[in-house]
C-alpha cells in the first residue's frame, strides 16, 4: 500500500510559480512511477506529467512543456511539481498518483492522493 499526501497549493497571480509536493508512505517509493494529474470544475481528470521510478526520464503534456518540471526525491519519498509562468487555465486541483510505467492514463496507476488546490487569478 501507497498513501499520498499532496501539499503546497493555494492561490497565485498569473505569471507566478508555485511549487506543490506530494509526499507518499511505504519503504518501495522508488519502485513506483508518479505522475501528476489535473482536474478543473466541469472537466474531466487531465494528465500533466509524470515521471519513472529513478528519475531519468519525464513526460509532459504539451500544454506545460517548458513551464512545469516533475521531479522526485527517493530519500524524502517526495514527489515536486515545480509550476512557472502560470496561466488561469492552470488552475485545477493537482492529484500526485502512483503506478508501475510512465502513462497518460489514468485508469494505469494505482494510488492516488487527495488533491490540492491552485488557483491561479488574471
Known amino acids: 500500500q501507497v498513501q499520498l499526501v499532496e501539499s503546497g497549493g493555494g492561490l497565485v497571480q498569473a505569471g507566478g510559480s508555485l511549487r506543490i509536493l506530494c509526499a507518499a508512505s511505504g519503504r518501495t517509493f522508488s519502485s513506483y512511477a508518479m505522475a501528476w494529474f489535473r482536474q478543473a470544475p466541469g472537466k474531466e481528470r487531465e494528465f500533466v506529467t509524470a515521471?519513472?521510478?529513478?528519475?531519468?526520464?519525464?513526460y509532459y503534456v504539451d500544454s506545460v512543456k517548458g513551464r512545469f518540471t516533475i521531479s522526485r526525491d527517493n530519500a524524502k519519498n517526495t514527489v515536486y511539481l515545480q509550476m512557472n509562468s502560470l496561466k488561469p487555465e492552470d488552475t485545477a486541483v493537482y492529484y500526485c498518483a502512483a503506478g508501475p510505467l510512465v502513462t497518460p492514463t489514468p485508469g494505469i496507476y494505482e494510488y492516488w492522493g487527495q488533491g490540492t488546490q491552485v488557483t491561479v487569478s488574471s
Open positions: 515521471i519513472t521510478g529513478n528519475g531519468d526520464y519525464t
